[in-house]
């Protein structure tokens, strides 16, 4: 029996990809590619629903694959492409804008966020997850890993994909979010109760993949804890908790032993090993994208292959898609 799976996932290229990124999302990518039939996309067309400075956006779409080659995806494993090289996903995505119910878009938690306090929010915002259920679906996508806040996008997929399959006969595979246990959602280390985000407005509260040893230790150094003693993994006191999930995530030492190796110790100590720590869980991923993207003609052209392999998948259900609605 073929128990492969299609697994695709997606992430925006609007810079400052974090460690939560990549304890969340790209590391689970990377440790189950041999496994299954992988595609990972550098979603430019959702990086758009904000405003990017056009040069900034072509270096970071770059930068993203960069990053994600760096952590370990392999074009031998999996393919890797970007979202726009693969015109499908935007004729699906109008496809499903009508089929999707307004009612179930407007409870989207991360538009309500994101668009808070905020004028002139695009109408791509609001329907983002009209093209986020596209890239999923034009796959035959089983699994969706990701972090806990993408959870309910998926979902929406899911249900776009039982509502077409219903009103136009059986076109989508039902895909099912994957959400790692730990790690599925890294909060700001300025404001423990907020994740941690690439769009954060404040830099200190955010670990950036690239950032240098330096700056790593100082934010560290500066994460908002509170004045009580022992260092122990409690879900009340967020700013620590936090800072331990994350030093259990980059030394892969258990609970119970990370409690004892600190037992009697304070804040000071526990900071200064967590950064060292994650200084050296950042450092071979730095050195490869180093060499990632000092061959820029590589790097394009394993994106260009990834888009060739792509698009043929994609194209094969965007044309039964249309047969089923009856267009053409
Ligand atoms: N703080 C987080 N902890 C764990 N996982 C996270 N992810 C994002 N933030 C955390 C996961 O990373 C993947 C890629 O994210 P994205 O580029 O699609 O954008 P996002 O989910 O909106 O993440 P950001 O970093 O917070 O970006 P902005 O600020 O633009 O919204 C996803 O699987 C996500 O769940």
Request: overall charge neutral.
């Given at each position: ?58 270096k970071h779409t770059r930068e993203m694959a960069g990053l994600l080659l760096a952590a370990g995806i392999s074009p031998q494993h999996s393919i890797l492409f970007v979202q726009s090289h693969v015109s499908a996903h935007a004729e699906l995505a109008w496809i499903l804008n ?84 730990n790690g599925a959602r890294i909060m700001g280390l300025d404001d423990p109760t907020k994740k941690m985000s690439k769009s954060s407005p404040r830099a200190e509260g955010v670990i950036l993949l690239l950032d240098p040893p330096d700056a790593i230790r100082t934010k560290i ?108």
């Amino acid at each position: 029996m073929d128990t492969r799976k299609r697994i695709f996932s997606g992430i925006q290229p609007s810079g400052n990809t974090h460690i939560g990124n990549l304890l969340g999302a790209i590391r689970h990518w990377a440790a189950r590619q041999t496994e299954n039939d992988n595609l990972f996309c550098v979603v430019d067309l959702h990086a758009i629903t904000v405003y990017q400075d056009p040069a900034e956006l072509k270096k970071h779409t770059r930068e993203m694959a960069g990053l994600l080659l760096a952590a370990g995806i392999s074009p031998q494993h999996s393919i890797l492409f970007v979202q726009s090289h693969v015109s499908a996903h935007a004729e699906l995505a109008w496809i499903l804008n009508c089929v999707i119910p307004m009612g179930w878009m407007s409870r989207m938690t991360q538009y309500k966020e994101k668009s808070k306090n905020r004028e002139n929010v695009s109408v791509g915002l609001f329907d983002y997850p009209a093209l986020m259920a596209a890239d999923i679906l034009l796959y035959q996508t089983h699994q969706v890993p990701v972090g806990e806040d993408q959870k309910q996008h998926v979902e929406l997929a899911r249900d776009t994909a039982q509502r077409f399959n219903n009103l136009f006969g059986e076109t989508f595979t039902i895909p099912e979010p994957v959400i790692a246990g730990n790690g599925a959602r890294i909060m700001g280390l300025d404001d423990p109760t907020k994740k941690m985000s690439k769009s954060s407005p404040r830099a200190e509260g955010v670990i950036l993949l690239l950032d240098p040893p330096d700056a790593i230790r100082t934010k560290i150094r500066r994460a908002k804890t509170d004045s009580l003693s022992g260092i122990v993994f409690d879900e009340g006191r967020p700013g620590l908790y936090n800072l331990l999930v994350i030093y259990e995530l980059v030394t892969g030492l258990g609970r119970s032993e990370i409690e004892d190796r600190f037992t009697g110790k304070g804040y000071g100590v526990f900071k200064n090993e967590l950064a060292e720590a994650v200084v050296e869980y950042l450092r071979p991923l730095q050195t490869r994208y180093a060499e990632f993207t000092a061959d820029p003609a590589r790097l394009d052209s394993i994106l260009a292959e990834g888009a060739a392999k792509a698009r043929p998948l994609a194209e094969q259900t965007l044309k039964l898609v249309k047969e089923r609605v009856g267009l053409g």
